[in-house]
């Protein structure tokens, strides 16, 4: 399995731009990544899901049109581009691997997680 580590969160006000990455401790290329987002007394919501070669993504209705999923596999690294946040997007983001080539939406098919960072959107 590998670690996983988000970075890039904060505060933001509506309508902003944020972008989150997660870094891997290993090599990522053979995992699916997904971000997962948790806000206070919800449960843990799908994102966005990327194929291990970064040709195939699938987006959350939420979120669709206004985020993007890329990787970098030379790096190691997932990036979540959020654009036109809005306060209902506020919540904890998890990046997430699976050891397949195709990404799911759903979070218990991950093995391997990160802590998490905190996104705040004001309105």
């Known amino acids: 399995q590998v670690q996983l580590v988000e970075s890039g969160g904060g505060l933001v006000q509506a309508g902003d731009s944020l972008s989150v990455s997660c870094a891997a401790s290993g090599r990522i290329g053979t995992y699916a990544m997904g971000w997962f987002r948790q806000a206070p007394g919800k449960e843990r919501e799908f994102v966005a899901t990327i194929n291990w070669s970064g040709t195939v993504t699938n987006y959350a209705d939420s979120v669709k049109g206004r985020f993007t999923l890329s990787r970098d596999n030379a790096k190691n690294t997932v990036s979540l581009q959020m654009n036109s946040l809005k306060p209902e997007d506020t919540a904890v983001y998890y990046c997430?691997?699976?050891?397949?080539?195709?990404?799911?939406?759903?979070?218990?098919?991950?093995?391997?997680w990160g802590q998490g960072t905190q996104v705040t959107v004001s309105s």
């Open positions: 997430a691997a699976r050891p397949y080539t195709t990404g799911v939406t759903i979070a218990t098919m991950y093995t391997s």
